[in-house]
């Protein structure tokens, strides 16, 4: 699809700020193709390098991708799209499991004392409390985590995206699950860094495709511990091992960032990868099993990585709020909230494990090793997607996840009643394949 907007201006700036702009507004639509170099600098009566320079600030931008043969087009999910605009339009009445959310009856927050007593934090101040400091080697040190150096950020993303901009370059190239979270793959394009892609099954990155990855020169590996975004896969501890193995054969520059962002209720256990290699990074966030409001994540990794993250948070936002850090620490101590975290992860194995036996009973395949969502493979999303939303249920399409693998459908679980994982599934088998359950 061409672009039909008029685009303007006469300087690399002006014409990348018009684009932009008509991407902000909907008149240049994600997948549009962007007009061929020499073609519209002769039309804007400029150089072509000028266009060229505009195309690589929307690129570093994450707004436009470069498809070689195919041009230069607008990315799926542009940085400067509204996300809200990329997803889906819900009937009303319709069951709505696309949203990758918790639960909200299952949150601590809503239950935490947030008028707790806290000391008067100034400018200059350590930016990591000792308790929280405390919890956070306690717990990982007790998961094989080493916690010697440590941060505090605004999430897993934020964390994500401070160690990979304290290490790479833009045109970087960094390995990256194949289904895989899609605001990951969206921050790679908004940092000018391309991702390399790695299949992934239920015991997590195939050994093979990662090896191929590393053997294309990737500058970085960012890998889902468990309850991967979004086919539920979780490193086994074969596949862990078998990772480690090959991280520590390879070059030894190569990052290593790990995601935790289940940590308390992911349903399996945790088989990390951290210290394989000299630079490493693991993340462990609160959003999903405290709250998606409580902006909170741990980071350690080696003390290279961890001294240039701290300094580039001392020139934007200093430090994370030692109040919020009070709140999590609370909440991690709270007796109540302890148990609610544990009925979450309970509830969240019951629904995904009855979901996917529903589904294999229908003679579809699902996975859903642990965490929120089930991933169903389907050979075409946008039939399944309409089926399911006649049916009255909406699902996430997998083209938001995926690179280059097979298409799927994303269900959310969380909040799933047992009384609904039966009708559920025939509708999901009925979406997927065009025909239901024979009846006898």
């Not at 041009?71 to 889906?88: C, E, I, K, Q, Y």
């Not at 007790?142 to 964390?159: C, F, K, M």
């Not at 003390?303 to 709020?321: I, K, M, N, Y």
């Not at 709140?327 to 995904?352: G, H």
């Amino acid at each position: 699809m061409a672009v039909q907007y008029s685009i303007g201006g006469d300087g690399a700036e002006s014409i990348a700020a018009s684009i932009e702009q008509g991407i902000s507004e909907g008149a240049v639509p994600p997948g549009a193709v962007l007009p061929p170099i020499r073609g519209l600098a002769a039309r804007l009566s400029v150089n072509p390098n000028t266009v060229a320079a505009a195309y690589r600030l929307l690129r570093d931008r994450g707004a436009v991708e470069t498809a070689g043969r195919r041009g230069t087009r607008v990315r799926d999910r542009p940085a400067t799209t509204p996300r809200s605009l990329r997803g889906l339009t819900i009937p009303a009445g319709v069951r709505d499991l696309s949203t990758g959310n918790p639960n909200p009856a299952l949150l601590p927050i809503a239950i935490a004392r947030l008028s707790t007593p806290t000391a008067v934090v100034l400018y200059g101040q350590p930016p990591i409390t000792p308790a929280l400091a405390d919890h956070a080697r306690t717990t990982l040190a007790a998961d094989g985590v080493a916690s010697e150096h440590l941060a505090v950020t605004s999430g897993a993303l934020d964390a994500i995206e401070r160690v990979l901009a304290v290490h790479l370059r833009p045109g970087d190239r960094v390995a990256v699950e194949d289904p895989g979270w899609s605001n990951l793959l969206d921050l790679l394009g908004a940092l000018g860094l391309t991702p390399e892609p790695v299949g992934v099954d239920d015991d997590g990155p195939l050994v093979a495709d990662l090896t191929r990855a590393l053997r294309h020169r990737v500058r970085a590996v960012v890998v889902t511990s468990r309850a991967q975004n979004p086919t539920g896969a979780a490193l086994s501890e074969q596949r862990a091992n078998a990772l480690r193995r090959l991280l520590a054969e390879t070059d030894n520059d190569v990052l290593l960032v790990e995601d935790d962002h289940c940590a308390g209720m992911a349903g399996v256990a945790l088989h990390p990868l951290a210290g394989v290699s000299r630079h490493w990074a693991f993340v462990r966030s609160t959003a999903k099993a405290y709250g998606p409001d409580l902006r909170l994540a741990v980071l350690a990794g080696d003390r290279r990585t961890v001294e240039r993250v701290h300094g580039r948070q001392r020139l934007g936002p200093g430090w994370v709020s030692h109040l919020l850090q009070d709140v999590a620490v609370n909440m991690w101590r709270d007796t109540a909230a302890t148990r609610l975290v544990a009925d979450a992860e309970s509830s969240y194995t019951d629904r995904r494990t009855r979901l996917c036996a529903a589904l294999a009973e229908r003679g579809i395949t699902a996975h859903g090793r642990s965490g929120l969502n089930v991933w169903i493979p389907v050979p075409d999303e946008t039939a399944a997607i309409t089926r399911l939303l006649t049916a009255g249920y909406a699902a996430a399409p997998g083209s938001r996840f995926r690179i280059g693998s097979s298409p799927g459908i994303r269900v959310t679980i969380a909040d799933l009643a047992r009384t609904e994982i039966e009708p559920l599934a025939d509708a999901i088998a009925e979406a997927a394949t065009g025909t239901g359950r024979a009846s006898v």
